[in-house]
């Protein structure tokens, strides 16, 4: 079977069931399930969490390999992902997340400060690089701490390539630093996109920190899916 892609003028035609068809296919999915903002879908424990099925299957394994003591996530919104990684490190037996959000609103705040797993919820508001909301984050976190990191705040190239240069020295050696939404380099085109996304997106800035730090590799395990919000997002620390 072929697909014929038609694109502003453009014209190709691949092989559905090779690796070039697979990518083709998962990439028009992506584009397609932000335009039906099918991200909002999901919930974790009751609580919605804006991520697609596939990513928070490989955060999921990447959780348990890792086995942190520590998850910092910036960007937390209505509390999805800090209830889901608090789940796992509930079955861990161990472990806190650190949520840093710009604006914790009050119905999120009081619906994680209400949940079971708040136990292992802490909630910093403020600017993700702001140097004060860092300090917070660093005091929390001992020395001897496992720590792993995902960024899903504000997803334009400077704040996200801020980020990785601010969170990065938090990581541990062979954990990882997971640099999330790296798709809105592949949805720019979409109905409600922006033209500036193609080159304002957190892709281009992985691809800038990749380049000045050899001491982190993106680990394409977690992309196997292909479909994912987050290409090349699973950085690992592979070396001090
Ligand atoms: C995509 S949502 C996070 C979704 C959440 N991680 C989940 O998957 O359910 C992005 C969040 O980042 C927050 N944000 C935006 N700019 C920020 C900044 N400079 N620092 C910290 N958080 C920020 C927004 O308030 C919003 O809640």
Do not use: C
């Amino acid at each position: 079977m072929k697909i014929k892609i038609l694109d502003d003028g453009d014209q190709r035609e691949i092989d559905l069931y090779t690796r070039e068809g697979l990518e083709e296919m998962s990439r028009l999915w992506v584009k397609t399930a932000a335009h039906h903002r099918l991200m909002y879908e999901p919930t974790w424990l009751g609580v919605p969490i804006i991520q697609l099925a596939e990513d928070i299957v490989m955060m999921q394994e990447l959780i348990y390999k890792v086995k942190p003591d520590v998850i910092v996530e910036t960007g937390v919104a209505h509390g999805g992902t800090a209830v889901f990684y608090a789940s796992l490190l509930e079955l861990i037996g161990k472990g806190k997340v650190i949520g840093v959000d710009i604006e914790i609103r009050k119905n999120n705040e009081s619906n994680i400060k209400s949940h079971f797993l708040s136990k292992r919820i802490d909630l910093i508001q403020g600017s993700s690089v702001d140097p004060e909301i860092l300090k917070q984050v660093r005091s929390r976190i001992k020395e001897t701490d496992r720590v792993l990191v995902a960024l899903d705040s504000n997803h334009s190239y400077d704040h996200v390539l801020k980020e990785l240069e601010s969170y990065a020295p938090l990581v541990s050696r062979d954990s990882y630093l997971v640099a999330m939404d790296g798709a809105q380099e592949w949805v720019w085109d979409i109905p409600a996109g922006k033209k500036e996304w193609k080159q304002d997106n957190p892709l281009r800035a992985i691809k800038e920190f990749l380049k000045d730090h050899p001491e982190w590799e993106a680990d394409p395990h977690y992309n196997r899916f292909m479909i994912t919000s987050s290409p090349l997002g699973f950085l690992r620390r592979v070396a001090v």
